[in-house]
C-alpha cells in the first residue's frame, strides 16, 4: 500500500518509522483522532502486511513493497533559496541541486542504455540505500499537509539518501552489464526524487 491508499482508509497520511532497511514501518494515531475503536480500523488495512494495535491506541503497520509509493509521487512546489556555489558538500544547496542533476542524467543514461522502461517491479527496490530514498519520499503526503513542513531540512535529507543510492545502487547497468528489471526499478525511484528535488538537469 502506499501512503495515499493508507491515508484514504486513515482519514490522514501514516507517518514512516524507523530506517526501513529491514522493514517499512507506519505508525498513525488516527484511531485516537478520529474517535473510533484502533482494531476496527486496523481490519480496513487489508491491504498491509500486518498491522499491529498498540498499547497507546496507535497502529502500527508494516507495508510488504514499499517501492509501490514510487509512482505515487507527485512534483512539490518548493521556492528553491540557495545558491549552487560553493560546490561543496557543506554546501545545502549543492547537495540538494546536484541531486536533481543526477536523477535528470540517469533518466538520459537509462535511454542511452537501452534500460526498459517498464514493467516497474516495486519489490525490487530492496537494497538498503534503495529503502532509505523510500522511507524519505514516504512523508511526502505528511509534509504537504503540514503548517511547518520543513522543506529545507527535508530536501537535504532526501538528496543525501539519494547521491548513495545513486553510488552504491546503481540505476544503470555498469560495464558490459545487461540492462536488468532492478536497473527499470530504480530509474524509476530515481525520476520520483527528480519530481522533488529542485535544481537544474545539469550542473
Known amino acids: 500500500m502506499t501512503p495515499e491508499q493508507l491515508a484514504e482508509v486513515l482519514g490522514e497520511p501514516p507517518v514512516p518509522e524507523g530506517t526501513w532497511e529491514r522493514e517499512a514501518v507506519y505508525v498513525s494515531a488516527a484511531a485516537l483522532r478520529r474517535g473510533l475503536p484502533p482494531a476496527s480500523l486496523a481490519a480496513r488495512l487489508r491491504g498491509a502486511s500486518s498491522v499491529q494495535v498498540l498499547d497507546n491506541g496507535f497502529l502500527r503497520i508494516v507495508v510488504e513493497v514499499p517501492g509501490a509509493l514510487v509512482d505515487s509521487v507527485e512534483p512539490v512546489d518548493v521556492p528553491d533559496l540557495w545558491p549552487d556555489f560553493p560546490r561543496t558538500w557543506a554546501n545545502p544547496g549543492f547537495v540538494v541541486h546536484y541531486g536533481h542533476a543526477r536523477a535528470a542524467a540517469v533518466q538520459r543514461w537509462a535511454r542511452d542504455l537501452g534500460v526498459p522502461a517498464g514493467p516497474f517491479r516495486p519489490e525490487l527496490l530492496a537494497d538498503p540505500r534503495d529503502r532509505a530514498v523510500l522511507r524519505v519520499l514516504a512523508e511526502l503526503p505528511g509534509r504537504r499537509l503540514s503548517r511547518a513542513p520543513g ?11 539519494y547521491h548513495d543510492a545513486h553510488e552504491l545502487a546503481p540505476a544503470v547497468p555498469v560495464g558490459d552489464e545487461p540492462p536488468a528489471p532492478v536497473h527499470t526499478a530504480r530509474v524509476r525511484l530515481a525520476a520520483a526524487a527528480l519530481k522533488v528535488l529542485p535544481g537544474p538537469d545539469r550542473l
Open 151 to 161: 522543506w529545507e531540512t527535508y530536501l537535504v535529507r532526501l538528496a543525501t539518501a
